[in-house]
């Protein structure tokens, strides 16, 4: 989540110069929420303030609430003409995604177009799935071909949920590779408005009033600890998500009791707010964090070409469910798809559209776990 998209074209930046007080007040209030980080966050600041850290823990829950963000004017979306497109049939389609999934039980009520198409730059190949019975669900985007567990568990939330999905087709890669210009773009670090042909037609299915985004991502398990804030001795690994991970980006919020699929540390949602906001504020926060999710906020400051970024910056709902990879083998397959399942439902009940939800087919519970 955290490559560096080199050549992408910076974006203004908003809130600047309000970082310190805003990232204190941001650091309290996580504080406040989950007692257990209070001792960690009083040692970071005793060690920073010179004071004490029973005092520093006794100032930081005596803050009061801070006030509502900044409203400000969402960004207008790009619009941009349809892609080219064809129909293709999942049954046979050349395509590893599609060929762990030939059972036509799992495509009924579902039509699959290819879409290529040029941003300016880079060709990009992506598949969007269609609920054709429902077509007013959320907007799936699976940006990583290489995170298999994400496709597997987007079919089971098709049909639940409805909507529309886009997932990128970079041949089992993470990276987009463009044989043609030679450049290489991670498809999360493409959301720029200076790629309007990119963002719009990833997001061209939104309607009006915008439907809800969810993103699914897999990923490394643990974290290098040289990134984060908070080292917590013995721990560590090759990722940049996990929620035992903080940075000035990263805010963790994690479970209290660890429930499953919440008993491993890569397995969150990830919303985005404002840097000069409140977390709260974030699509389904408080209701996550009170549901005992393993919830990151991420206080966005200047976007990082990812949809989370764009999302907020143009005012739209977005969230994000990723868990541990698990590898491509059946079982690895099965438990990753289960735990983003899990989070989805879970989330679905809390904050999600409540017709959708009266509608979902009792099938849908079948087969989960
Ligand atoms: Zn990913």
């Known amino acids: 989540m955290s490559t560096t998209c080199s050549g992408c074209p910076s974006r203004p930046e908003r809130g600047r110069g309000i970082w310190p007080i805003a990232a204190l007040h941001n650091w309290l209030n996580v504080a406040r929420m989950r007692s257990g980080f209070v001792a960690t966050l009083s040692m970071i600041l005793a060690l920073a303030l010179g004071r004490p850290a029973a005092s520093v823990a006794q100032a930081a829950l005596a803050l009061p609430v801070p006030p509502s963000p900044t409203v400000m004017r969402p960004l207008p979306l790009p619009v941009v003409p349809p892609a080219w497109s064809e129909a293709i049939d999942p049954l046979t389609i050349d395509d590893e995604d599609f060929a ?20 300016g730059e880079i060709n990009w190949t992506v598949w969007r799935i269609v609920n054709e019975q429902r077509r007013d669900g959320p907007l799936w985007v699976l940006p990583h071909d290489n995170e298999n567990a994400t496709f597997d568990a987007v079919l089971v939330a098709l049909h639940s949920y409805g909507g529309i999905a886009m997932a990128i087709d970079d041949r089992a890669g993470r990276m987009n590779y463009d044989a043609t210009s030679g450049a290489s773009v991670d498809p999360n670090r493409h959301f720029y408005d200076a790629i309007p042909l990119y963002a719009g037609r990833i997001l061209a299915d939104l309607g009006d009033p915008p439907r809800l985004i969810i993103a699914l991502h897999t990923n490394t398990p643990g974290f290098d600890p040289s990134l984060s804030l908070c080292p917590i001795a013995g721990l560590g690994g090759g990722g940049d998500i996990s929620i035992r991970l903080c940075t000035a980006r990263y805010i963790p919020h994690p479970s209290l009791t660890h429930p499953w699929p919440f008993d491993d540390d890569d397995t969150v949602a990830l919303v985005p707010y404002a840097v000069d906001g409140d977390w709260r504020t974030g699509f389904c926060a408080r209701q996550l964090s009170t549901a005992g999710f393993n919830l990151i906020t991420e206080r966005v400051a200047t976007s990082d070409g990812s949809l989370s970024n764009y999302a907020l910056f143009h005012g739209l709902q977005y969230i994000n469910f990723e868990t541990r990879e698990r590898g491509s083998d059946a079982v690895g397959l099965a438990n990753a798809r289960a735990r983003l399942v899990a989070m989805i439902d879970r989330m679905m009940t809390l904050c999600g559209d409540q017709q959708l939800l009266a509608l979902r087919p009792v099938a849908a519970d079948k087969g989960r776990r």
């Open 100 to 119: 762990r999934h030939r059972d036509p039980h799992e495509w009924t009520g579902l039509s699959v177009r290819r879409l290529i198409f040029s941003d």
